[in-house]
């Protein structure tokens, strides 16, 4: 992928875009995650997500990640931060700086997003008074620091605007497309597009001095028709190959879609494509980091292995050795026992140096280390003076028989190595076939959730103020609505404006059944009733009062008896930006078999949510694996966000669509 940070034209459409549109929002919580931060925001059209990642990015996001953490930044975003209003999004300088203002208008704090090389995001006081920062350091040209006064890293870029200046500073290079990155401060894949653009790239290694002037003017037209389109927000996605995602642009890429025969995808947003490039390019990053670990792994195994190979060497290496000291003695018991007895009587009486000529056989010794060296059958032998021959026989055969024990310990531990190798070996390849997309997050995401055998969209509350919003803001007169008969569950909509079959109806019923108190009680069926959106009301009788999450029903209500059994499954989903990504759904054994890949049947249980959502999620990336010869991730949150409570697996299975592609193969 080709860009590995958001460009000039990048900060400055997406800021015209969404800039004013935060100013509405809240911050409600903020998060770390690996080297970014995630400010959720509550604004007039829902929950969204900021990713901000300094030096790189600043763009809402749909894909949040499952693993988030705390540091000590995010600790003082909550301090300060948490509850603050959005009072401003600019972008004051023409360089990749956005300001973002929250907190009251008469004291707002001032947060500097720098995403240029070696960016921060430091947070000021109005006065531009330093309180904190993504990190304090000290540049030859400026100091981050607490207390210190906020000035921007120096500038790069040429006011777009700014005629002279940007005929003047274009002298200063040397061949034509090197000034327009250096002197103009532009991105390569930038540089060269003007180029293209001005008729010039067939010129772009000449000197600018080479360049009639109006060439010249024609370059800086062309920037400027770029920074206009730019300035309308929507972006483009730059495809090669395989649907392989290069780079996005926020100006129509004329030069990868006419001379490189990239194709070329436009989208409403240029925040869209920033999302679907840094999200892809993120997971590309996480299943890089992932194989270089395992790739490490499998290197240090390798290396245990080899020294593991070389201490079985050498001791099979001191076994033999022993077993020819051995061999000598047995073969030579009597005249081995001769000799050495005589050394051992000799350096008695007459001392060492005359053991060697009053022997037979005796050739040496080494009287510093008590040895006697024989020579029998024309090989060298050397004994202890100090032992008789039983003895050191006897030691001798002690110690092949610890060695040969420890040649049996080596060679478990070795094959355990090698065991070890072959996994790592195996992750490491299912890894590299890993797809870590993240899906986008949806808005009905929030609430429990289905689509029915027709394609209709049901979700419910996940808790009072969600039941209440459930109904208020998404109930339609000719929409269903559904709830279990007992008191605290989920208040089901089924969207389908008059168009709902019955078993469309059967089909939303299971959202409001299992998640209902029934499933916690045990219980094997609830009764749930169902009524058009027209029955519902929030106003109560007069005098009366509806407390939050209650409604009323008036005329007569429809009920099926549910059984208390979900299936949860895996479902391939298609976007046009995001590409193929899974979600976990729910439902009916009738409805998910159908849609699901693989699929697993719960009914209340005793067994923690957390295990059986483990469970099921092996069960499921194991199935998914085997059907697209890709593994892809699935979120443990996720699947734990879609089981009702303590339950008990009763079937794991193999669905449909599974089915259908084992068939056609």
């Known amino acids: 992928m080709l860009k590995k940070a958001m460009d000039i034209l990048d900060v400055y459409a997406w800021v015209g875009r969404h800039g004013a549109s935060l100013t509405s929002c809240f911050v409600d919580n903020a998060y770390h995650c690996k080297s970014y931060w995630i400010l959720k925001l509550r604004c007039p059209s829902g929950v969204t997500h900021l990713k901000i990642e300094p030096a790189v990015r600043i763009h809402l996001s749909q894909s949040i990640p499952e693993e988030k953490d705390i540091d000590g930044f995010t600790r003082f975003l909550r301090s300060r931060v948490r509850d603050s209003r959005i009072l401003s ?11 973002l203002e929250t907190g009251a208008r008469e004291k707002p704090l001032r947060h500097y997003i720098e995403v240029v090389p070696r960016g921060q995001w430091v947070v000021a006081d109005p006065s531009d008074r330093i309180i904190y920062s993504t990190r304090f350091t000290e540049y030859r040209d400026r100091v981050i620091k607490p207390s210190e006064t906020y000035k921007p890293p120096p500038f790069k870029g040429s006011d777009p605007w700014d005629s002279a200046t940007l005929r003047d500073r274009l002298k200063e290079g040397r061949d034509l497309v090197r000034a327009l990155v250096t002197a103009w401060g532009l991105p390569g894949h930038i540089a060269e597009e003007i180029l293209y653009r001005a008729g010039l790239l067939e010129a772009k290694n000449k000197r600018v001095s080479e360049i009639p002037s109006p060439d010249v003017e024609r370059l800086i037209e062309e920037y400027g028709s770029i920074v206009r389109e730019a300035s309308t927000g929507m972006g483009y996605l730059v495809y090669s190959g395989e649907n ?275 499933w916690r009680a045990g219980f094997s069926f609830i009764e749930v009733f169902w009524v058009p959106g027209s029955q519902v009301s929030k106003t109560p009788p007069s005098g009366e009062y509806l407390p939050r999450g209650a409604f009323m029903i008036y ?49 209340p249980g005793d067994e923690d949510v957390r295990d059986v959502s483990e469970s099921i999620r092996e069960f499921l990336e194991k199935a998914v694996l085997e059907y697209k010869g890709a593994r892809y991730r699935i979120g443990l949150a996720e699947v734990e966000s879609r089981i009702p409570g303590p339950s008990r697996i009763i079937g794991l299975h193999r669905g449909a669509v599974s089915e259908a592609s084992g068939q056609s193969t």
């Open 555 to 603: 005329g007569s209500k429809n009920f099926l008896s549910i059984p208390l059994r979900l299936a949860v499954g895996a479902r391939f989903f298609s976007d046009d930006i995001y590409g193929d990504y899974i979600k976990v759904i729910v439902g009916s054994e009738e409805l998910v078999s159908r849609q699901a890949i693989a699929y697993a049947v719960l009914t």
């Open 244 to 518: 392989t995602l290069d780079i996005y642009t926020s100006y129509n890429p004329l030069l990868f879609r006419d001379v490189y025969n990239n194709s070329v995808k436009q989208v409403e947003d240029i925040n869209t494509a920033i999302d679907a490039y840094f999200t892809e390019y993120e997971a590309e990053l996480e299943r890089q980091r992932r194989l270089d670990e395992l790739a490490a792994a499998v290197k240090e195994i390798e290396a245990r292995i080899k020294r593991q190979e070389e201490v079985i060497r050498g001791y099979r290496e001191e076994v033999e050795k022993i077993g020819r000291i051995l061999q000598l003695i047995y073969g030579n018991y009597a005249s081995v026992n001769e000799a050495l007895e005589c050394a051992r009587s000799t350096r008695a009486v007459k001392g060492w140096e005359h053991i060697a000529k009053d022997c037979p056989g005796v050739v040496g010794v080494y009287k510093d280390k008590g040895i006697v060296v024989l020579r029998v059958n024309g090989e060298v032998l050397e004994l202890s003076i100090r032992k008789g021959l039983d003895k050191q026989v006897v030691e001798l055969e002690k110690k092949r028989g610890e060695l040969v024990g420890k040649i049996e310990s080596a060679v478990k531990v070795l094959e355990e190595m090698r065991r070890q190798l072959n996994e790592a070996s195996s992750t490491m390849s299912i890894e590299d076939k890993t797809v870590r997309r993240l899906s986008p997050t949806l808005w009905y995401e929030r609430f429990h959730w289905l689509f029915t055998r027709n394609g209709f969209l049901a979700i419910g509350g996940r808790d009072q103020s969600q039941n209440e919003m459930v109904v208020r803001k998404y109930l339609g007169d000719n929409d269903v609505f559904i709830h279990a008969d007992i008191h605290g569950g989920s208040a089901v909509v089924l969207k389908s404006r008059g168009l709902h079959s019955v078993e469309d109806v059967v089909d939303a019923s299971y959202l409001a059944a299992c998640y209902s108190r029934a």
């Open 89 to 99: 999004v600019r972008q004051p300088w023409w360089e990749r700086i956005v300001v």
